[in-house]
């Protein structure tokens, strides 16, 4: 990226940008900013994030620009966290809400391994426990209608004794399963690439079915 930002999206050149403008080039600017941290994120983790490098990344010459749109490093995290999981709201809501019961919890697994291939710096930051701003990006990390969803689904489950579920906390034991099922799988995948990761989906797909398929006996012990 360039470095002449300074002049091009809030310098003294600024007042001259129409409002509607100025407005679409800063909200422009703060996503560059996010696909920055996102990049930095994904090799080193967030505890290493450090604004210095962010703003190299981003083109800016110092972190100091950075502050024209974020308040600091712990709203970037923040932004990054909730844009990632509108994505991962895009990848469940291409899971047809008519498909039968075991169906719709296995594509929904497998979107959230295609979600989590994709976002592996979110899936890092899922799994870190070390640090304050990890813990509070996990405490956002499964919005309510993502996970009401899913509730629903092993709900209904439970009442037509598709699945053999007692209480809500057989359905959590299920979904924190899948969960993570889905994060070891995505750390597997990362070593292949094109047609292989073609054929590990479908044998994916095999081991999901398995995976909800062994929840309709009595697995309580």
């Avoid at 505890?47 to 749109?69: I, K, M, P, Q, T």
């Avoid at 426990?129 to 439970?158: C, D, H, K, N, Q």
Wanted: aromatic share 8%; charged share 30%; proline share 3%.
């Amino acid at each position: 990226m360039s470095g002449n930002r300074e002049c091009s999206s809030g310098g003294s050149r600024g007042a001259d940008v129409p409002g509607g403008r100025r407005a679409a080039l800063r909200a422009r600017t703060r996503d560059e900013i996010l696909d920055a941290a996102a990049e930095l994120v994904t090799e080193r983790g967030v505890d290493e994030l450090n604004l210095n490098e962010l703003a190299v990344r981003a083109g800016f010459a110092s972190a100091a620009s950075l502050y024209r749109y974020f308040a600091g490093k712990r709203e970037i995290v923040s932004r990054l966290a909730a844009r990632d999981l509108e994505r991962l709201g895009e990848y469940l809501q291409r899971v047809p809400a008519d498909l039968p019961l075991e169906e719709q919890i296995v594509e929904i697994c497998l979107a959230y391994l295609d979600y989590a291939c994709e976002r592996p710096g979110t899936r890092a930051l899922l799994l870190t426990t070390a640090s304050s701003i990890a813990t509070e990006f996990r405490a956002a990390a499964l919005p309510a209608e993502i996970v009401g969803r899913m509730f629903r689904l092993g709900e209904a489950a439970r009442e037509t004794g598709a699945l053999n579920l007692r209480d809500k906390d057989d359905i959590f034991a299920v979904l924190h399963a899948g969960w993570a099922l889905a994060h070891g799988m995505a750390e597997y995948d990362r070593m292949y690439e094109g047609p292989e990761r073609d054929v590990l989906r479908e044998r994916h797909r095999a081991v999901f079915k398995a995976y909800v398929a062994g929840f309709k006996s009595d697995w309580t012990g």
